[in-house]
C-alpha cells in the first residue's frame, strides 16, 4: 500500500457492473487525515465526506448528457466518552431529520477503512446504461467543510490541509455495459 502525504486523497480502485438492479460502482479511497483535521475528530468534531457519483453519455455532436447522478453523504464522528467511533451514511445530507444507516467502530482505523470503501452503490436504474451507447462514470469524494460548524468553516479559509478531494473517471464499454 502506497504511503500518501496528508490531506493528498486518491480513488486506487474503481469498478463499475451492469447487474439486474443497475448500474452499480465499488470504489477503494486512499487518504490520511491531516493533523489538525485528526485533532479536530479527536475532539468530538463531526467530519463530513461526500461522494458524488455521474453517468454521463458520450455525444460527438453537443455536451455529454447527463444520465444520471447519485449522492452518498458520510458523517464520521468520535465519541469521546465512550470512546467509540460512529459512522452515518445517507442519500440525502445527514441532519437532525433524515433516514440515514449507521455503524459503530471500536477505533479509528476501521471507522476510516469503512469510510474509504464503497460496495455495491447504485447510481443508475438498468434502462439508463444503453449497450451500444459510449458512457462514462465519474466518481467525486471529498470531505464537505461546508457542514462542519460555523468558527470552523471561518478559521479553515485558506487552510489547505482541509481540503481531501479525489476524482476518478471510468468509460463503460460495450462489454463492461453488457454484463
Not at 470531505?143 to 468509460?171: K, M, N
Amino acid at each position: 500500500m502506497l504511503a500518501l502525504p496528508a490531506g493528498a486523497a486518491e480513488i486506487s480502485v474503481m469498478r463499475a457492473e451492469r447487474s439486474p438492479e443497475g448500474l452499480v460502482v465499488s470504489a477503494q479511497m486512499q487518504f490520511d487525515l491531516p493533523a489538525s483535521v485528526d485533532e479536530a475528530l479527536q475532539k468530538g468534531i463531526p467530519l463530513f465526506f461526500v461522494a458524488e457519483a455521474a453517468l454521463v453519455r458520450e455525444r460527438w455532436y453537443w455536451y455529454d448528457k447527463d444520465v444520471a447522478r447519485a449522492t452518498r453523504h458520510l458523517r464520521l464522528s468520535y465519541q469521546p466518552l465512550t470512546r467509540r467511533w460512529r459512522l452515518l451514511v445517507s442519500n440525502s445530507p445527514i441532519g437532525n431529520a433524515g433516514v440515514a444507516l449507521g455503524q459503530t467502530f471500536d477505533s479509528r482505523d476501521e471507522a476510516l477503512a469503512a469510510v474509504q470503501r464503497i460496495a455495491n452503490w447504485k447510481i443508475a436504474e438498468p434502462q439508463d446504461v444503453e449497450p451500444d451507447a459510449r458512457q462514462s462514470v465519474t466518481l467525486r469524494f471529498r470531505l464537505d467543510v461546508s457542514q462542519l460548524p460555523r468558527p470552523f468553516q471561518i478559521g479553515l479559509v485558506g487552510q489547505d490541509d482541509w481540503t481531501i478531494v479525489a476524482t476518478r473517471s471510468l468509460r463503460l464499454g460495450a462489454a463492461e455495459a453488457a454484463k
